[in-house]
């Protein structure tokens, strides 16, 4: 089974900068995605970024030109570089991995990421 454990959360200032890392295990299929969503309290899980059989990613307006993301050297590794940080980042974010073809989810625990003003 597909385990992904989420990393690098923190609280930082607004203006600050953090990285999260995503490390995925178990997985036995070559087709796939790989992103990072968000969810804050009270409201619905939004993507923030994927990236479709290692294609270009893309980004929610919402984050466009602050968060990058990336794989590492290893594929099963993916990153969320998070720069210029606003209070309405703070969330609790979650790494996904989606099996193309049969329609499968796997998810990670969640990070928290909390900005202050």
């Known amino acids: 089974q597909v385990q992904l454990v989420e990393s690098g959360g923190g609280s930082v200032q607004a203006g600050g900068s953090l990285r999260l890392s995503c490390a995925a295990s178990g997985i036995t299929f070559s087709i796939y995605s790989m992103g990072w969503y968000r969810q804050a309290p009270g409201k619905q899980r939004e993507l923030v970024a994927r990236s479709y059989s290692g294609g270009t990613p893309t980004y929610a307006d919402s984050v466009k030109g602050r968060f990058t993301f990336s794989r590492g050297y290893s594929k099963n590794i993916m990153y969320l570089q998070m720069n210029n940080l606003k209070p309405e980042d703070t969330a609790v974010y979650y790494c996904?991995?989606?099996?193309?073809?049969?329609?499968?989810?796997?998810w990670g625990q969640g990070t928290q990421v909390t900005v202050s003003s």
């Open positions: 996904n991995l989606a099996r193309i073809g049969p329609s499968n989810d796997f």
